[in-house]
């Protein structure tokens, strides 16, 4: 009987940790279609070794229940020119991310991000270990950079800069994952992890980051008691992201929030007074004119 009892609540001891512990919940899809082997087993470990990376690491010392968990998806399209003998993958990747919005089911997109240059080298049962102040390997670094990116973003969505901590991680894996020879590490393109980056940890976009804040604590959580006053804010927020397009046009992290935000916007705005839904559109199409079409149909 002492012996069921203290399996209990060792067993009870140990689901309140997992419930506790880590903070994402990321879904892992490998895109293997264009690659020539009879080896998917190996792609297949891969993308297993991966998903447990991303969701049994625990990436902060905060502790999250499993309803708190950020939500998030990792679609990896292999290139064809990947060598799955010998371990070598040449890829591209996107990376999702959103959170929940106050008192409804609705989740928001946070982060949507297209990386070109996710290339990395991967051995079947090869452990996949994180050091935050060395380099291991180019996909522990990449997948470690994306789950602080998505940390920082969400932190900052529920509290003014609340993202600070993670910057200086993000920035440490990047200066150290710039010694090995793979693409991304370094400004040699205007749409990588280089400049995010720089963006995320550069003043100039710190009236970017303040609006996730506003964006989404002080007008979407609120949108379903004051949806005038949540729209007010929304045009608000677009004023700060016009004024810091202006100063760096086409940034990579003003293209990302629209890469996330085109249809949400479209659909906030697809109500309420003229005269604010006109402001809105008129903002839109200068700073996110990929989607003006989109923005110019809500006042037609």
């Known amino acids: 009987m002492k ?9 009870l001891l140990f689901c309140f940790a997992c419930a506790e512990a880590q903070e994402l919940r990321c879904n892992v899809i490998v895109n293997d279609q264009q ?3 009879q080896e998917r087993q190996i792609i297949t470990g891969m993308r297993d070794a991966i998903s447990q990376f991303m969701n049994t690491k625990e990436w902060t010392a905060d502790k999250y229940r499993e309803f708190e968990r950020i939500k998030c998806n990792i679609l990896i399209t292999l290139g064809g020119d990947s060598d799955v003998s010998q371990g070598r993958y040449t890829a591209t990747v996107q990376i999702q991310s959103s959170r929940p919005i106050y008192g409804t089911d609705y989740e928001s997109p946070l982060l949507t ?21 060395a380099y291991t390997t180019n996909l522990t670094a990449m997948l470690a950079y994306y789950a602080y990116v998505m940390l920082a973003l969400d932190y900052d969505s529920f509290a003014n800069q609340g993202g600070n901590p993670f910057l200086q991680r993000i920035l440490n894996i ?8 793979f693409p991304g590490w370094n400004s040699s393109d205007t749409r ?19 609006g996730l804040y506003q964006y989404h604590r002080l007008a979407m959580d609120t949108f379903g008691k004051n949806p005038e006053d ?7 927020v677009l004023q700060k992201l016009k004024q810091v397009n202006q100063t760096r046009p086409a940034s990579v992290t003003i293209n990302a929030f629209f890469d996330s935000k085109a249809d949400e916007l479209v659909s ?3 109500e309420g007074n003229p005269i604010m839904v006109k402001q809105a559109v008129d903002l839109l199409v200068v700073i996110d004119p990929t989607n003006a079409s989109k923005y110019r149909a809500l006042v037609k």
């Open 268 to 270: 906030v705005f697809s």
């Open 192 to 210: 990588n992890r280089y400049w995010l980056s720089e963006n995320l940890n550069n003043p100039q976009f710190l009236a970017y980051r303040e």
């Open 35 to 37: 690659v020539q082997t």
């Open 174 to 181: 990047l200066n150290n994952s710039q010694q090995a020879n």
């Open 230 to 236: 949540a729209r007010k804010k929304i045009v608000e």
């Open 3 to 11: 012996m069921k009892l203290a399996f209990l609540l060792s067993f």
């Open 113 to 133: 991000f297209f990386d070109r240059n996710f290339s990395f080298e991967y051995q079947p049962s090869q452990p996949l270990i994180f050091t935050e102040n």
